[in-house]
């Protein structure tokens, strides 16, 4: 039993190959919506909660506790990237951009957790 294959015309264009421009919904139409309702919202309900900012003393001069929790995050992910390198487990940690945003945000947010709890 041969099998044979024929050769398949590229189409002229004229034919659509999804459905029609008019019907589909562009992500790109609710990209700019989507994340003006996200920024309202965030905005209202962290709000409320601002009204004190804790303050962290490094060498006579007061820094926001927030971006004392930022370095650390960065600094303990740069840690773990180098763990991650020194024993060869590269394969296990794809994709790469989204493991380590992870893990500087889970940092981040222990060092909050531990450290300004209140």
Sequence with gaps: MKAEFTRVQPSSGN???????????????LFIP????LIAVSFFVVRPYSHRSPTVDILGSYFPAWMVCIVSGLTLT???????????????????PLIYSCLTLIYTFVTWMIFYQN
């Design 34 to 37: 989507g994340l003006l309702v």
């Design 78 to 96: 740069v840690v773990s990237r180098w763990i991650i390198r020194t024993f060869h487990l590269e394969p296990y940690a794809s994709p790469a």
């Design 15 to 29: 034919q659509p190959a999804h459905a029609p421009r008019e019907n589909r919904v562009s992500l790109k139409s």
